[in-house]
């Protein structure tokens, strides 16, 4: 590790930045908080996912040139989601592995991209959450995160330091919750089914809150959840790690 | 069988609707496979590195296939029997008929067998006057319904006991219509009996193999019925049907598959019964079949051969991709549409039917990697189906209205001054709409989401337009 503070490049991912920025300001409080600067590339748009998976391969490349290009320079690059994580540290070595010119750049990516909680935990080796939050919290393992970047133990160690903060396991928390990208509206009825079950093993263990590292599958569960009628309060894990739960939970309106 | 892979969709919705289903596929992934997988692993402290050890065998083999083939070849002849390569499910089928007109046969036994499935070969006896009989139970309860598998190993999973015995009943009409069947003893009882005779009567007996052995051209095939054994050594003829990937050098290399295929299949340490059968009868041999033949099928597996999709050979058929998928959980089998359902169905049936035919199947998938992750030969299978997904793309295959929307999106994302604008734009649209809720219950053109769940709506502002004025304020 370097002498001088550690430079981080956020890849805020296009969810959090349409649909939630809390997300990327908690992201930012907890890298500050660990001793990072903190520097967000304007020409970042997304990983390039919804391309790859649809098959788009020439698209997917594009898109990952460009976030190589921009997120060279630092050197870590920290992403609030395991699926968009594993996006720049497994799929792009793959993607790029023909392009003699892009392949070791896309590699030396890969090396230094991390997943946020994974980063805090693993490389800036973060032992003391200083973070309050009074409730009972149970913990999804969104798949990419889960079983491509092993992210299982790190949210856990870290939430066990909130003051306030009991976690609960579901009976299943490594299920997919059907949300799949572009998944759950291409077959709306499965992605349902899968999410109907994800949310029935939440209301099973009575907890308050529902925590995940991926926005995506937290949009997922927490629509479900909402029209199933369930108060569970829905939150990515960075705004309870961060302290920053004053904004009203995934799906809630301000002031409800 | 006529593939309905095209019609996956309808096919799931219909299964989602489907009571009696449902209950049988939420019974089998509560409490069934995985749970007896996760226990037998757990119980095998060297199992990754079996894994490990299977993959590079696997490869080993699919490197040099040819050498190996040739090698069985040679010795099944050496043993007395015979290997008939066919390069087509037709030609394929053509060999079996021929040795069983050749054999005069009109009652066939067989062992379970999914690429007799493939290439339909109870079909092709039947319209040619023979008689096949499926042995394996799940496999005979499917024919008297005269349904497909829906799984590759347990292909009468998704029936209730109930539907069995009302098909024993419609079936078996020379038994007192009053006798109890409402256990699975007095079914599996019934057929037994009814079994018993087929086995003595058949002329030809067909098994599948889940193992060729070069070294030694043998077969080799585990069951838990013991309904293999008596196929194959009762009839005077035995038809062994594989495909060209079953072979593996050694016995030695066959006990390394053998530790894992139980295990991932059912949680069994070993199968009830494995056998291995090398030839025809010989001096001595108290029983065994007068002729031994290997239908030997390709069915476009050798086009796979050096392509992206070579690691799809790799697979030994135990299910536990089926077994802890998702998808497969909710929907069963037979929504797939062809012979091979789940996510190993969803790599190989656009392989065989062709991608134009079978293009739902590797995209209903959300990449959730637990096929990967349990299959003992480390297929990356998602990796494979998206493989699919790029070459379904190439051709043009999803709809207009899913290619101009992906057009449009990655215009603006590989533009990011334009698109920076525009989510900002968008955030301050959605979030105005929503914010009285928090949420939307529904939203123009986003029903796919918002039939069945709520929509969160976005907070307002982009990150992106947020941060630019943090910076700002503290430049």
Redesign the interface.
Same mark, same amino acid.
């Given at each position: 590790m370097p002498d001088r503070p550690v430079r981080v490049g956020l890849l805020?991912t296009?969810l959090?930045?349409?649909?939630?920025?809390?997300v990327?300001?908690a992201a930012v409080r907890l890298l500050e908080q660990a001793g990072c600067t903190v520097e967000?590339p @304007?020409?970042?748009?997304?990983c390039?996912q919804? @391309?790859?998976?649809?098959?788009?391969?020439a698209?997917a490349v594009?898109?990952a040139r460009?976030v190589i290009d921009a997120f060279e320079p630092y050197d870590y690059v920290v992403v609030p989601s395991g699926s968009c994580g594993g996006m720049l540290k497994e799929h792009y070595p793959?993607l790029l592995a023909a392009d003699p010119a892009l392949a070791p750049r896309a590699r030396a990516l890969a090396a230094k991209t991390f997943e946020l909680i994974a980063f805090l935990a693993d490389v800036m080796k973060l032992e003391r959450i200083a973070a309050r939050y009074d409730g009972v919290a149970t913990y999804h393992d969104a798949?990419?995160g889960l079983?491509?970047l092993g992210i299982k133990a790190q949210p856990r160690r870290l939430l066990a330091q909130v003051a306030g903060l009991t976690l609960t396991e579901m009976a299943t928390p490594?299920?997919?919750c059907?949300?799949?990208?572009t998944?759950?509206? %291409?077959?709306?009825?499965?992605?349902?089914?899968?999410?109907s079950d994800k949310v029935a093993d939440i209301a099973a263990t009575g907890a308050d809150t529902l925590l995940a590292g991926d926005l995506g599958c937290l949009?997922?569960m927490?629509? %479900?959840l909402?029209?199933r009628g369930l108060a569970t309060r829905v939150r990515h894990v960075a705004e309870v790690l961060a302290g920053m739960t004053d @904004?009203?939970p995934?799906?809630? @309106?301000?002031g409800? | 069988m006529q593939p309905s892979s095209r019609d996956f969709?309808a096919n799931?919705?219909r299964a989602?609707g489907d009571a009696t289903l449902q209950g049988a596929l939420g019974f089998m992934m509560r409490e069934g496979f995985a749970v007896r997988r996760a226990e037998a692993v757990a119980r095998l402290p060297e199992f990754e590195a079996l894994r490990e050890a299977a993959k590079r065998l696997k490869d080993e083999v699919l490197q040099h296939l040819d050498f190996y083939l040739e090698t069985f070849e040679r010795n099944v002849e050496r043993a007395g029997g015979a290997v008939h390569w066919c390069r087509t499910a037709a030609e394929a089928r053509e060999a079996v008929l021929t040795i069983c007109r050749d054999a005069g046969a009109r009652i066939v036994t067989k062992g379970k067998s999914m690429v007799g499935e493939e290439i339909a070969i109870n079909e092709a006896l039947e319209a040619n006057g023979i008689a096949p009989v499926e042995t394996d139970l799940g496999e005979y309860i499917i024919q008297i319904r005269h349904e497909p598998p829906s799984h590759i190993v347990a292909p009468a999973v998704h029936l209730a006991k109930e539907q069995v015995a009302e098909s024993f009943r419609a079936t078996h009409r020379a038994l007192d219509p009053a006798r109890p069947l409402d256990q699975p003893r007095q079914m599996l009882d019934e057929a037994r009996a009814i079994l018993r005779e087929k086995f003595l009567d058949a002329d030809v007996g067909i098994t599948g193999a889940n193992f060729l052995v070069a070294e030694t051209g043998s077969s080799i095939i585990v069951t838990n019925e013991g309904n293999g054994d008596l196929t194959q050594t009762l009839p005077k003829v035995h038809i062994v049907l594989a495909s060209i990937e079953k072979v593996v050098p050694t016995l030695e290399d066959a006990t390394l598959l053998l530790r894992l295929l139980a295990r991932s299949a059912t949680g069994q340490e070993f199968s009830t019964y494995t056998t291995i059968s090398t030839g025809t009868r010989r001096d001595g041999d108290p029983d065994g079949p007068a002729a031994y033949h290997v239908v030997l099928v390709d069915n476009g597996r050798s086009a796979l051969l050096g392509s992206v999709f070579q690691d799809m050979l790799r697979c030994i058929r135990c299910a536990a991709c089926l077994n802890h998928c998702?998808?497969y959980g909710?929907?069963g089998g037979h929504a797939y549409g062809w012979v091979y359902p789940g996510p190993m169905g969803a790599v190989l049936t656009p392989a065989l039917i062709g991608v134009g035919e079978a293009a739902s199947l590797p995209?209903?998938?959300?990449?959730?990697?637990?096929c990967?992750?349990v299959c003992p030969v480390k297929i990356p299978l998602p990796?494979l189906m998206?493989h699919?997904?790029?070459?379904?793309?190439?051709a043009r295959l999803?709809p207009a209205t899913?290619r101009w929307g992906?057009g449009a999106?990655?215009f603006?994302?590989?533009?990011?001054a334009l698109?920076?604008p525009l989510?900002a734009a968008?955030?301050r649209l959605?979030g105005a709409c929503?914010?009285?809720?928090?949420?939307f219950?529904a939203l123009p053109l986003?029903?796919?989401?918002t039939?069945?769940?709520?929509?969160?709506?976005?907070?307002g502002?982009?990150?992106?337009s947020?941060?630019?004025e943090r910076q700002k304020r503290r430049a």
């Open positions: 805020v296009c959090v930045d349409l649909f939630r920025p809390a990327g300001f967000v @304007a020409a970042q748009t997304c390039g919804p @391309a790859y998976n649809s098959g788009d391969r698209s594009a898109i460009q793959l798949c990419s079983r491509e490594e299920t997919c059907g949300f799949g990208g998944f759950c509206v %291409k077959y709306p009825d499965i992605s349902d089914r899968m999410v949009l997922n927490a629509g %479900k909402s029209r @904004a009203p995934i799906g809630v @309106a301000e409800r | 969709k799931a919705h989602l998702p998808v909710a929907v995209e209903a998938s959300t990449f959730c990697g637990r990967e992750s990796r998206r699919w997904r790029e070459r379904a793309f190439a999803p899913q992906l999106w990655v603006l994302a590989r533009r990011p698109y920076r989510a968008a955030a959605l929503g914010r009285g809720r928090g949420r219950r986003a029903g796919g989401w039939d069945k769940r709520d929509l969160p709506a976005p907070a502002r982009s990150f992106m947020l941060w630019a």
